[in-house]
């Protein structure tokens, strides 16, 4: 499976617009591009999942290039309880490899 | 349903000693997962359920590591003869035959081997 890179951590302030980028040039034809979500305690949550161009959720929007190298997952107007840890996985199997996450840190 | 279950929540245990866990998935899941995380890390693949029958199993999963799932619902992971190395957050997933990669983890149980 392709290796994931992404920044250990970011901050961003109440009402802004977050954008997380996920490298992963070694992306596969069957691989999908798949994010989620983790709160400290709690087992990781599901946020979106693509394979190419744009999708959109209540939550989220993934943004793929044509090259599919890398993904951004956008965050539109944090709140404080979007602090969490966010993770870019590749998958085309039901196993999921998880790395060590961006760790997003929301102040008031 | 509410979701996937695990208990307990929390387990404290000694060196040496044999420890259980359940997990109940959401009901109409046929897939389910069994993950361990460390402080700081991501959660590690441990092994994976498709109904009864047990489809993989990670290296990670040394001969004192056994899940079963006997009648493709709930499930369970014991570890045998602990070590402090054990200590970790086991958490479980499930997930049906849909079109994306989506898991649905239980809360987890935190596991301290003293």
């Known amino acids: 499976l392709a290796k994931t890179t992404q920044p250990i951590s970011m901050d961003s302030y109440e009402g802004q617009e977050v954008n997380i980028t996920c490298s992963h040039n070694?992306?596969?034809?069957?691989?999908?591009i798949t994010w989620y979500q983790q709160f400290p305690s709690q087992g990781p949550r599901f946020i979106i999942q693509g394979y190419k161009t744009k999708v959109t959720n209540e939550v989220a929007s993934l943004f793929i290039p044509a090259d599919r190298k890398s993904s951004t997952l956008s965050l539109p107007r944090v709140s404080l309880s979007d602090t969490a840890v966010y993770y870019c996985?590749?998958?085309?199997?039901?196993?999921?490899?998880f790395g060590t996450g961006t760790r997003l840190q929301v102040f008031p | 349903d509410t979701g996937v279950s695990q208990d307990p929540r929390h387990k404290i245990t000694k060196r040496g000693q044999n420890v259980t866990f359940r997990c109940d998935p959401i009901?109409?899941?046929?897939?389910l997962y069994w993950y361990r995380q460390t402080l700081g890390q991501g959660p590690e693949f441990l092994t994976y359920f498709q109904n009864e029958a047990q489809l993989e199993k990670s290296r990670l999963l040394s001969d004192r590591f056994s899940a079963e799932r006997p009648k493709g619902s709930f499930s369970t992971l014991e570890i045998q003869r602990t070590e402090q190395g054990d200590s970790a957050m086991y958490l479980c997933?499930?997930?049906?035959?849909?079109?994306?990669?989506?898991?649905?983890f239980g809360p987890g149980t935190r596991l301290t081997v003293t």
């Open positions: 997933a499930s997930s049906g035959q849909g079109l994306t990669y989506e898991q649905y």
């Open positions: 996985l590749v998958v085309n199997t039901d196993k999921l490899i």
């Open positions: 009901s109409e899941h046929n897939r």
């Open positions: 070694n992306i596969a034809t069957n691989d999908y």
